[in-house]
């Protein structure tokens, strides 16, 4: 039996910036929460609280804190994305705590941006461990919950469209943010091949740059070219409440996505009001689709080869 009647959320990257916001988000639209990232702290000691949401002060115990002080459902627990075993404890924990596993959101990330001469082998390791690894793990991990759910849940993973554009000047990190929407791609399509029509993984990420740890070196003189991480927490609940067939497999950006659901005015999401901020994703993406999409030949199994040797 469960253990809550309300939908649960796993926000893997929660403790600061969008993933913060996206967690509070989730809780005030009727969600138990599970926060997870690294860092944790004692919410007792935070002064003044609740702490500026890009900052370090922000862990995922004062995220757990605010969200239960305002009477909401949530539970912090402790994840480091590079190790599996973690990661396995975090889902296992996840639902011993609340019973069930509904939604898995995955914002974890690691930066950073230049050229291949430029990006250490170090810096390279941590962005694939922590991006593609982390997501894959979360991903292999949470599987069998949704399995025991009747395959009815959604994951929605902060990665890109994929278009050359954004491999300028960053290849590195692109690798490994192209690395997760291929996830998305490919495992939509493994959900369709099995008839899994309540499933559905889907890809987010900005038009316009949004206020986050991140940006938040460059805001004194960029502030006006950001947007709040609002825009992105109702872009998300936009997509868990759009049905499966609409969302699976999909690119999406916060703003593009909230314009198909009639959203017409982002002035709200506004750091500065009254600015336009500059947008720094392409008007239209090229199709990642071939002709002979569906034909897929012979299909190989390397689960089956490996079975029969």
Not at 182 to 194: H, Q
Not at 246 to 252: D, S
Not at 269 to 294: C, T, W
């Amino acid at each position: 039996m469960a253990k809550t009647d309300k939908k649960v959320a796993l926000v893997v990257g929660a403790s600061r910036g969008i993933g913060r916001q996206v967690a509070v988000d989730l809780a005030r639209n009727g969600y138990a929460v599970v926060v997870a990232a690294k860092s944790t702290s004692d919410p007792s000691t935070v002064h003044p609280f609740p702490p500026d949401p890009n900052s370090p002060a922000s862990t995922i115990s004062t995220v757990e804190r605010e969200i239960r002080d305002a009477g909401l459902e949530a539970t912090a627990i402790p994840v480091d994305t590079r190790d599996y075993a973690t990661i396995q404890n975090l889902l296992a924990q996840t639902v011993e705590t609340y019973g069930r596993l509904d939604v898995v959101v995955y914002n974890s990330g690691a930066i950073w941006w230049a050229s291949v001469e430029n990006t250490p082998m170090k810096r390279f390791q941590l962005m694939q461990r922590v991006n593609v690894e982390g997501l894959y793990g979360v991903v292999q991990a949470a599987l069998p919950y949704f399995a025991k759910g009747g395959w009815k849940g959604r994951i929605v993973v902060v990665s890109p469209p994929i278009y050359s554009r954004f491999f300028r000047g960053k290849t590195a990190y692109a690798m490994g943010k192209v690395g997760m929407s291929v996830l998305t791609k490919g495992l939509a399509m493994d959900w369709e091949r099995k008839g899994r029509k309540d499933m559905a993984i889907t890809s987010i990420w900005p038009a316009v740059a949004v206020q986050s740890a991140a940006t938040k070196d460059a805001e004194r003189e960029s502030a006006h070219d950001l947007r709040k991480a609002t825009i992105y927490s109702d872009a998300i609940l936009a997509m868990l409440n759009s049905p499966a067939a609409e969302v699976n497999g999909c690119l999406e950006l916060d703003e593009d996505f909230l314009r198909k659901k009639g959203v017409t005015n982002f002035e709200k999401y506004n750091v500065v009001l009254g600015s336009k901020p500059r947008r720094i994703m392409p008007m239209e993406f090229p199709d990642l689709r071939a002709k002979e999409q569906d034909d897929e030949g012979k299909r190989m199994d390397s689960t089956k080869l490996r079975a029969k040797m």
